[in-house]
C-alpha cells in the first residue's frame, strides 16, 4: 500500500465541503474554520495527516483535491 500524506492549507480553505461529501471517512467539518483530516477512529489530524492508503482510498483522496474548488488538499506520495 502506498504511504501518503494528506494536507489542507487552511487559508485556502473555504468549507464548500466538496470533499467532506466525497470522503467522510478523512475529511471533517469539526470546530475549526477548516475543514479536518481524521483517521479510521474518527481521530483528528489537524490538517497533515500520514498513512498507508490503500488503491481505492489513494484514488478517493485525488478526486477529492481535484474538486476542492480553492485546491486547499495536497495528497503526495512516499
Ligand atoms: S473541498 Fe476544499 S474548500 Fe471545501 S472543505 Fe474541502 S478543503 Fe475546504
Same mark, same amino acid.
Given at each position: 500500500?502506498?504511504? $501518503?500524506?494528506?494536507?489542507?492549507?487552511?487559508?485556502?480553505? $473555504?468549507?464548500?465541503?466538496?470533499?467532506? +461529501?466525497?470522503?467522510? %471517512?478523512?475529511? %471533517? $467539518? +469539526? @470546530? !475549526?474554520?477548516?475543514? #479536518?483530516? $481524521?483517521?479510521?477512529? =474518527?481521530?483528528?489530524? /489537524?490538517?497533515?495527516?500520514?498513512? #498507508?492508503?490503500? +488503491?481505492? *482510498?489513494?484514488?478517493?483522496?485525488? *478526486? !477529492?483535491? #481535484?474538486? =476542492?474548488?480553492?485546491?486547499?488538499?495536497?495528497? @503526495?506520495? /512516499?
Amino acid at each position: 500500500m502506498p504511504r $501518503i500524506t494528506v494536507k489542507i492549507d487552511p487559508s485556502a480553505c $473555504i468549507l464548500a465541503a466538496n470533499c467532506v +461529501g466525497m470522503e467522510p %471517512q478523512l475529511f %471533517q $467539518i +469539526g @470546530e !475549526a474554520s477548516h475543514v #479536518e483530516l $481524521i483517521d479510521a477512529n =474518527c481521530v483528528s489530524h /489537524g490538517t497533515a495527516y500520514t498513512f #498507508e492508503a490503500t +488503491g481505492a *482510498e489513494l484514488e478517493l483522496a485525488e *478526486e !477529492a483535491a #481535484e474538486s =476542492c474548488p480553492t485546491r486547499a488538499i495536497t495528497v @503526495e506520495r /512516499g
